[in-house]
C-alpha cells in the first residue's frame, strides 16, 4: 500500500468536519468506481448522481471515512458531518497546497494542456517526487480533487487549469498559487461562451492573479500583455518567459521536421542552441515540447537530463497515439486525435497529416466530428475549416454530426468521402471505401460521433486477435 496521504486530525481540522479522527488515509476519491482500500471517500452530490447513494459501496470497497451532509446510522463510525461537501474537498485542497513545500506549476490554454503536462511530468520525472493530475482534471473539482491527492513531500506538483467562463481561471489559480503558470495558447475553444477572442484571451490571463510572488510566467509569443498587466507582474517580481517563433523571445522554436518515428526539433533557449527528437508526430506537438522546456528553465534544473526524458514522450489516446488497424483484409493507420477539437487544434491534425509525406504514394483521410462550443460562431468557423481542408494534402473527408454539415456543404466535390449525423452510416462507408494502407486521422470533440467511430475499428481488431 502507497504512504499515509492524510492523518484524521488533519483532514478535520482542513474540513471543519464532525466525527471520527482516528484514522489514516492514503487517497482520495469521489467515484466508488475507482475508489482504492483506504481512500477518503466524498460523497459529491451533482446532476446525474448523488454520492450519497454510493456510500454503501465504498464502505464494502474499504474506504477509510466518509465525508457527507447527512449523518448515517449505518456507518456512523465512518461518516464524516460537513455543510457542503464539494467545499469541504475544495477546502482540503487548499490545505494540501499549504502544507506542501515543493514547486507547483500551473497550466493553461485553449490547446495542449494535457499533452504539455504529460511531457513535463516525464521530463522531470528523474529530478524529485512529481505529482500531476490524472486525465484532464482541470475545473473546480478536478482541481480540488488533484490538490487533496498531492503528497506533502512532492517536489514537483502540475496541475491544469481551464475555463469556459470568465473568472474560472482566476478562481483555480488562486487555488492552486504556483510557482510557475504556463499559457501555452490561446484560440477560439469556447468562445460559443464569450462575446470575441480577445475575451478568451483575458479570461486565460486570469492565471496570472494566484501567481506567487517572485514566480515566473512562461507565455505564448502570440499573447499580447497590457502594460496594465505588466506592471502588476513587475510589481510582484514575476519573470515572463516568451516562447514561439519570434526571434526575440526568450524560447525558440527554430525548426520541426517530421520522420516517420520521430519529430526533429532545433530550439533556441536562452541563447543556446538544442537539437532533440520527440516521438509525437505533429508541429503543435513541438511547440509544447518548447514550453515544458521553458518551464525547466524557471524551475532551474538539468535541461540535458530534461531533453533525455523529453525525448522518449509518446503521444497518448485520443491526442495524437498511432493504430495499426485493419478492416476486411485491408491495413491502415489510424491517427487518434478524437478526444477533443476546437478550430486551433484540428488545424494542427490537418497540417499534420499534409505533413506526412512517407507515404506519398497513399491516400490521407481525414474523419471529423463536431467541433463543440462554438456558439453562435460555429457555422462561420466549420465553414472556414472547410476552407483550409481545401487547400490541403487531404485527399478524402468523412464527416459526422449537425455543425460538421456546414464543413460538408463547402468542400471541393474532390474531397468529399461521405457524411452522416449518424455515426453507423459513417462506419458502414468507410468499411466499403477503405483501401490498403490508408492513413486515416479521426478529430472530434469527446461528444461527438467520431470517437465511436473509431472505436468501432479497435473492437474489430480486438475481436479477431481473440479469434
Keep these: 500500500m502507497n504512504s499515509v496521504l492524510w492523518l484524521g486530525v488533519d483532514v478535520l481540522k482542513a474540513i471543519k468536519g464532525h466525527g471520527p479522527s482516528d484514522w489514516e488515509a492514503y487517497g482520495v476519491s469521489i467515484d466508488t468506481r475507482t475508489l482504492k482500500k483506504g481512500d477518503i471517500f466524498f460523497a459529491l452530490a451533482g446532476p446525474n448522481y448523488d454520492g450519497h447513494q454510493f456510500i454503501s459501496e465504498a464502505i464494502k470497497k474499504g474506504a477509510s471515512?466518509?465525508?457527507?451532509?447527512?449523518?448515517?446510522?449505518?456507518?456512523?463510525?465512518?461518516v464524516i458531518i460537513v455543510n457542503d461537501v464539494l467545499n469541504?474537498?475544495?477546502?482540503?485542497?487548499?490545505?494540501?497546497?499549504?502544507?506542501?513545500?515543493?514547486?507547483i506549476i500551473a497550466i493553461t490554454g485553449s490547446s495542449g494542456k494535457t499533452s504539455v503536462k504529460e511531457m513535463l511530468a516525464l521530463s522531470i520525472g528523474e529530478l524529485g517526487k512529481v505529482h500531476y493530475s490524472e486525465a484532464s482534471y482541470n475545473n473546480k473539482i478536478g482541481v480540488a480533487l488533484s490538490l487533496s491527492r498531492m503528497?506533502?513531500?512532492?517536489?514537483?506538483?502540475?496541475?491544469?487549469?481551464?475555463?469556459?467562463?470568465?473568472?474560472?481561471?482566476?478562481?483555480?489559480?488562486?487555488?492552486?498559487?504556483?510557482?510557475?503558470?504556463?499559457?501555452?495558447?490561446?484560440?477560439?475553444?469556447?468562445?460559443?461562451?464569450?462575446?470575441?477572442?480577445?475575451?478568451?484571451?483575458?479570461?486565460k490571463i486570469e492565471i496570472i492573479e494566484g501567481i506567487a510572488s517572485n514566480g515566473k510566467l512562461i507565455i505564448n509569443d502570440d499573447i499580447n500583455l497590457s502594460i496594465h498587466l505588466k506592471k502588476n507582474?513587475?510589481?510582484?517580481?514575476?519573470?515572463?518567459?516568451?516562447?514561439?517563433?519570434?526571434?526575440?523571445?526568450?524560447?525558440?522554436?527554430?525548426?520541426?521536421?517530421?520522420?516517420?518515428?520521430?519529430?526533429?526539433?532545433?530550439?533556441?533557449?536562452?541563447?543556446?542552441?538544442?537539437s532533440f527528437t520527440l516521438?509525437?508526430?505533429?508541429?503543435?506537438?513541438?511547440?509544447?515540447?518548447?514550453?515544458?522546456?521553458?518551464?525547466?528553465?524557471?524551475?532551474?534544473?538539468?535541461?540535458?537530463?530534461?531533453?533525455?526524458?523529453?525525448?522518449?514522450?509518446e503521444a497518448i489516446k485520443g491526442r495524437g497515439m498511432i493504430y495499426n488497424l485493419s478492416i476486411k483484409g485491408k491495413f491502415f493507420k489510424a491517427i487518434d486525435e478524437s478526444y477533443n477539437a476546437n478550430p486551433e487544434s484540428t488545424k494542427a491534425s490537418i497540417k499534420l497529416l499534409s505533413e506526412i509525406d512517407y507515404l506519398k504514394s497513399k491516400r490521407k483521410i481525414l474523419v471529423l466530428g463536431d467541433m463543440m462550443e462554438l456558439g453562435t460562431f460555429s457555422k462561420?468557423?466549420?465553414?472556414?475549416?472547410?476552407?483550409?481542408?481545401?487547400?490541403?494534402?487531404?485527399?478524402?473527408?468523412?464527416?459526422?454530426?449537425?455543425?460538421?454539415?456546414?464543413?460538408?456543404?463547402?468542400?471541393?466535390?474532390?474531397?468529399?468521402?461521405?457524411?452522416s449525423n449518424q455515426s453507423e452510416m459513417l462506419i458502414k462507408s468507410l468499411?466499403?471505401?477503405?483501401?490498403?494502407?490508408?492513413?486515416?486521422?479521426?478529430?472530434?470533440?469527446?461528444?461527438?460521433?467520431?470517437?465511436?467511430?473509431?472505436?468501432?475499428?479497435?473492437?474489430?481488431?480486438?475481436?479477431r486477435n481473440i479469434a
Excluded at 469541504?88 to 514547486?103: A, P
Excluded at 509525437?280 to 514550453?291: K, R
Excluded at 470517437?451 to 475499428?457: R, S
Design 151 to 203: 503528497p506533502a513531500d512532492a517536489d514537483f506538483s502540475i496541475f491544469e487549469l481551464g475555463m469556459n467562463k470568465p473568472g474560472e481561471i482566476s478562481y483555480l489559480s488562486n487555488m492552486v498559487q504556483p510557482h510557475i503558470a504556463l499559457i501555452n495558447n490561446v484560440g477560439s475553444a469556447h468562445i460559443g461562451y464569450f462575446q470575441s477572442k480577445k475575451d478568451i484571451i483575458k479570461a
Design 431 to 463: 468499411n466499403d471505401k477503405i483501401r490498403e494502407n490508408d492513413l486515416i486521422l479521426f478529430k472530434g470533440s469527446s461528444k461527438s460521433g467520431v470517437k465511436i467511430v473509431l472505436d468501432t475499428f479497435k473492437e474489430e481488431k480486438l475481436k
Design 88 to 103: 469541504s474537498l475544495i477546502n482540503l485542497g487548499k490545505f494540501s497546497r499549504k502544507r506542501n513545500k515543493g514547486k
Design 279 to 313: 516521438n509525437a508526430p505533429g508541429e503543435h506537438m513541438a511547440m509544447n515540447s518548447i514550453a515544458v522546456l521553458g518551464i525547466s528553465v524557471s524551475l532551474s534544473v538539468d535541461t540535458d537530463k530534461v531533453i533525455r526524458s523529453l525525448s522518449g514522450f
Design 233 to 274: 507582474l513587475e510589481n510582484r517580481n514575476i519573470e515572463v518567459l516568451r516562447f514561439g517563433y519570434k526571434k526575440n523571445s526568450d524560447l525558440i522554436l527554430k525548426k520541426y521536421q517530421f520522420s516517420p518515428k520521430s519529430s526533429k526539433i532545433e530550439a533556441l533557449i536562452n541563447q543556446l542552441n538544442l
Design 380 to 419: 462561420v468557423i466549420h465553414i472556414e475549416m472547410a476552407s483550409f481542408i481545401n487547400n490541403s494534402e487531404v485527399d478524402l473527408v468523412f464527416c459526422t454530426g449537425y455543425e460538421m454539415k456546414n464543413l460538408w456543404e463547402n468542400l471541393n466535390e474532390s474531397k468529399k468521402g461521405f457524411y
Design 65 to 78: 471515512v466518509i465525508i457527507s451532509n447527512a449523518p448515517s446510522l449505518a456507518f456512523g463510525d465512518k
